[in-house]
């Protein structure tokens, strides 16, 4: 787990967690410990923090964000994303 804090607020932290016990360049969750009023215009963090923020693929791309309710990301034979989908239903975006 990695820690950064916020040189402008320094109440405001942020925890990273990456795969393999922090030993992978995949980010999996990302924790903010700041008091609720710091939080009102930095990092949205997920609901629940009980599951991993970020799912990944075979080719190392990014499937899933919790934090932003992005349910999934599929991608061409380029690896480049062609439709993202949000958990909210009217929020489709084709690329």
Do not use: W
């Amino acid at each position: 787990m990695r820690k950064c804090i916020d040189k402008k607020n320094k109440n405001k932290t942020l925890l990273y967690t990456y795969a393999n016990n922090n030993t992978a360049n995949q980010l999996m969750k990302v924790v903010d410990n700041a008091p609720t009023a710091s939080k009102a215009n930095g990092f949205v963090d997920s609901a629940s923090n009980s599951v991993d923020d970020y799912s990944y693929d075979a080719n190392g791309n990014m499937t899933k964000d919790n934090n932003k309710n992005i349910t999934s990301i599929t991608y061409n034979h380029l690896n480049l994303p062609t439709l993202i989908t949000f958990a909210t239903p009217l929020c489709e975006e084709f690329l």
